[in-house]
Nanobody
Framework: VQLQASGGGLVQAGGSLRLSCAASGRTFSAYTTGWFRQAPGQERKLIAAIAWDGGRTYYADSVKGRFTISRDNAKNTVYLQMNSLKPEDTAVYYC????????????????WGQGTLVTVSS
């Protein structure tokens, strides 16, 4: 599975962005997909994930209620709608995929996109 993340950019605090993770290769619809982020000097952490069929989702406490993950398997794409953005959301955002259930650890994911930078100004 090859993943391509896009949609990052510069936005003011309180604004919104939608990230996309487009997949090619193997049957993407069979994979759980997660969005991770990594701020400078910090470790990469899972912030949202969605099961292969969209039936289950996971959100980190830091984004719960502001971010929404969704997927369109017909388009081989997973989205992350980010609302009410805060300066502390500034990071490089990565999408990643794995077969099976949602897992939190980065080492649990087999396929990674290249990352897209989100910068939130105050």
């Amino acid at each position: 599975v090859q993943l391509q993340a896009s949609g990052g950019g510069l936005v003011q605090a309180g604004g919104s962005l939608r990230l996309s993770c487009a997949a090619s290769g193997r049957t993407f619809s069979a994979y759980t997909t997660g969005w991770f982020r990594q701020a400078p000097g910090q470790e990469r952490k899972l912030i949202a994930a969605i099961a292969w069929d969209g039936g289950r989702t996971y959100y980190a406490d830091s984004v719960k209620g502001r971010f929404t993950i969704s997927r369109d398997n017909a388009k081989n794409t997973v989205y992350l709608q980010m609302n009410s953005l805060k300066p502390e959301d500034t990071a490089v955002y990565y999408c990643a995929a794995r077969p099976g259930a949602i897992m939190v650890g980065t080492t649990r994911y087999d396929y990674w996109g290249q990352g897209t930078l989100v910068t939130v100004s105050s």
